[in-house]
């Protein structure tokens, strides 16, 4: 997800503490020239310093707003941390809203997408194997740089599977992990 550049790393510093073991932000008393008086300083200060911050959106981000403005907090705290901004920050474990330090990388849109999980086909729930109508097979391809690539023909839904995931980590490797995993758990629930 690539968004607008966070502010500085020492503004956000000022504004923010951070505990990159449990992922959480916590607004710090802010100095007066984060405000247009005193008074404006000291009422922020009163309501918001020492109290953690940002909330959970619908898709599963947590979002903080600094001077009216919102960001993702991952692409903040990732900001802090290493003084840059980040083309995509990556949230290793899938959880949008795990920001422990240990759980952020950044990553390029490429890696991005290949870690992200998508593409369930058709209802059967499976990351990359679909029914082939004419044939009455299950067919597995995966998505590789901008193109899709055939992997094979099965009779058996698991087969399919297990093919598509052994392609997955040959391409994609650590970051076709979530993909792998979300496989495995579906043809446990079956029972495969």
Not at 30 to 39: A, C, I
Not at 66 to 71: A, D, E, I, T
Not at 109 to 137: C, D, P
Not at 173 to 187: P, Q, V
Request: aromatic letters at 10%; glycine letters at 8%.
């Amino acid at each position: 997800m690539n968004s607008k550049p966070a502010p500085s790393a020492e503004f956000l510093r000022e504004c923010f503490s951070y505990n990159p073991d449990t992922g959480e932000l916590f607004w710090n008393a802010r100095p007066v020239s984060h405000f247009k008086s005193e008074n404006a300083c000291s009422a922020w200060n009163g309501r918001y310093a020492n109290k953690p911050c940002g909330c959970i959106r619908p898709d599963g981000y947590v979002k903080i707003s600094v001077n009216k403005v919102s960001y993702l907090a991952h692409r903040v705290i990732w900001k802090m941390i290493t003084g840059t901004d980040s083309e995509f920050t990556d949230h290793i474990n899938g959880i949008k809203s795990d920001n422990r330090l240990a759980n952020l990388r950044d990553v390029t849109m490429t890696e991005n997408n290949r870690s992200m999980v998508g593409g369930l086909a058709s209802g059967n729930n499976f990351i990359g194997v679909y029914w082939h109508q004419q044939r009455s097979k299950w067919m597995a391809r995966i998505r590789c740089e901008d193109s899709e690539r055939y992997i094979g023909i099965y009779d058996d839904i698991k087969i399919a599977v297990l093919a598509y995931n052994a392609e997955c980590e040959r391409v994609h490797g650590e970051y076709g992990k979530r993909k792998i995993e979300h496989n495995l758990n579906k043809l446990r629930e079956l029972g495969l």
